[in-house]
């Protein structure tokens, strides 16, 4: 079955990085994503993986990938106030289209 | 490109009324998604477009829910005899097929009341 899961709640010091962590079930996900969300707001993609990559850079943002465990990790460096949001893990299960399966969402909270 | 657009925003509707939501998505984007997200959860999957075809609908979606997209470009969401379970996020999402890029809308916030 399809199935992300995510820690609920993580709370950092402004400069630390943040890990935030995810397993999912469906060895078959083509894409996995992280997604950020603000209150009230919609969702934001910040970065994807395609499966046969281990990890991915962009700026701040680092994405590991471990096919074999089925984890994906995504890690803020110098975490900023303005990064406190809900970021959701979300598999894209094999299908030939973008259908997004999410986890339940990690809160980060920044505080100085 | 303004990226993905829905209207309403927020809507207030008592028990046993229609509603009906309208996502624009991304011009050139074929690819067209509703999700359903309810408080402390991450968005559910509702259904699927690709151009004006309706290709996937999920478990959720019951027979109250109807969606469209007539001309393969807009698409609305109709909820029948709502029921306060209906309060949520309505989001909207499209991509451009071939890509894995999906982008979301800021989303219908519904309160059934």
Not at chain 1, 5 to 23: H, K, M, P, Y
Not at chain 2, 3 to 9: E, K, T
Not at chain 2, 46 to 57: I, R, V
Request: net charge neutral; with cysteine; aromatic share 10%.
């Amino acid at each position: 079955g399809e199935d992300v899961e995510q820690s609920l709640f993580l709370s950092v010091r402004e400069g630390d990085s943040s890990v935030i962590n995810c397993t999912y079930t469906d060895s078959s996900s083509t894409y996995l994503y992280w997604y950020k969300q603000e209150p009230g707001a919609g969702l934001q993609l910040l970065t994807y993986i395609f499966s046969n990559m281990d990890m991915k850079q962009d700026q701040r943002l680092t994405v590991l990938l471990n096919k074999k465990d089925k984890h994906l990790s995504l890690r803020i460096a110098d975490t900023q106030t303005g990064d406190s949001a809900i970021y959701f893990c979300a598999e894209s299960p094999s299908g030939g289209y973008n259908k997004l399966i999410f986890g339940a969402g990690t809160r980060l909270a920044v505080h100085p | 490109d303004t990226g993905v657009s829905q209207d309403p925003r927020h809507k207030i509707t008592k028990r046993g009324q229609n509603v009906t939501f309208r996502c624009d998505p991304i011009s050139e984007h074929n690819r067209l998604y509703w999700y359903r997200q309810t408080l402390g959860q991450g968005p559910e999957f509702l259904t699927y477009f690709q151009n004006e075809a309706q290709l996937e609908k999920s478990r959720l979606l019951s027979d109250r829910f109807s969606a469209e997209r007539p001309k393969g470009s807009f698409s609305t969401l109709e909820i029948q005899r709502t029921e306060q379970g209906d309060s949520a996020m309505y989001l909207c999402a499209s991509s451009l097929g071939g890509t894995p890029e999906a982008f979301f809308g800021q989303g219908t916030r519904l309160t059934v009341v």
